[in-house]
């Protein structure tokens, strides 16, 4: 029968979870309030303990091994349970309070339209919403779970693909008029939002358009892009429920068509992701909260029409 494994000392573990983030000795023993030689002689005892070297030493600097890396990550998630543990257990009035934090426009386009629906199912949760556009770090905000824009690349969280965000090239009449193929678009302003600097390349790559420099403007959010778009600034990407109040109005025309992006590989499409650290799906309010965000189903309570199908883009 195998023995039950030993575990390092905590105070151990601690500095060199203190180490790995601050990447520095005495960084690490300021934030810890002891010596550089207290961190040093913790983290020998715990390479001794462990049987591996866990920095490299390179001058005044340290660098982690791929030892130290692997660990990081797991008395990282270790630590951050610790403290949600302390947080729910102490704060005693919080405990069926769920912080929920979510980009702007999913906030504004799907949730808020919704959220009633969850209040009959736990009508006693005390929920919050935030807007940040940023991944807030869950401890020091005090998030319990956030839905983000992007491609799913939160490798440490519990992540789940709640809707995806399928793009339409959009501009003006006027410069619709000017724009017969995909290359034409090189003559224009591309109008982007600063999350997204992979989106344009992906999609003109897509489109077999050759683009030498960056002929692209960041906006903060999707609402200022969409905006600029209007006024005429130049070429936008609009999400699918933007766009077509934009084009049913006339405000805005689909140069190369809506349908020009739909074989589009998956990968290359961003949604809307919930994040949530998988310690936090242990308390009662937080996981009916994910579970009914997940069991949605986004699109169609909204009527989003589908996009046509694909056809031959001229060139």
């Known amino acids: 029968m195998t023995g039950k494994l030993r575990l390092p000392p905590l105070n151990a ?39 591996v070297t866990l920095f490299e030493r390179k001058g005044r600097t340290i ?7 692997l660990l990081s990550h797991y008395v990282k998630a270790g630590f951050d349970e610790f403290s949600e543990g302390v947080r729910r257990v102490t704060k005693t009035t919080y405990r069926d309070r769920i912080n929920l934090n979510a980009s702007p426009y999913f906030a504004t386009h799907y949730l808020l339209p919704r959220l009633s629906y969850f209040r009959e199912i736990l009508p006693g949760a005390d929920l919050r919403l935030t807007t940040m556009v940023d991944l807030p770090d869950f401890g020091r905000d005090d998030i319990d779970m956030t839905v983000q824009w992007g491609y799913g690349l939160w490798l440490d969280y519990e992540q789940t ?44 790559r897509h489109l077999s358009v050759d683009l030498s420099g960056d002929r692209s403007i960041g906006f903060d959010d999707a609402a200022t892009m969409r905006r600029a778009t209007l006024q005429g600034i130049g070429v936008g990407l609009i999400s699918v429920i933007d766009a077509e109040e934009d084009l049913k109005s006339g405000a805005l025309v689909a140069p190369l068509g809506r349908d020009a992006l739909v074989d589009m590989p998956q990968d290359q499409i961003p949604g809307f992701y919930l994040i949530v650290p998988r310690g936090h799906l242990r ?26 199908v694909a056809k031959p883009l001229s060139t």
């Open 161 to 204: 693909l709640l809707v995806p965000d399928p793009k339409i090239i959009c501009c003006t009449p006027a410069i619709g008029a000017r724009i017969a193929s995909a290359q034409d678009l090189t003559g224009f302003q591309l109008l982007d939002t600063v999350k997204s600097k992979r989106l344009w390349p992906d999609i003109l």
């Open 283 to 308: 308390v009662k309010a937080v996981g009916a909260l994910h579970r009914w965000l997940v069991q949605q189903d986004w699109r169609s309570d909204l009527k989003v029409s589908p996009l046509p």
């Open 13 to 51: 573990l601690r500095v060199f979870h203190a180490v790995a983030q601050h990447r520095s000795f005495r960084q690490a023993a300021d934030e810890l309030l002891v010596t550089p030689q207290a961190v040093g002689q913790q983290i020998k005892l715990l390479e001794d303990t462990l049987q």
């Open 63 to 69: 660098e982690l091994t791929e030892s130290a890396i």
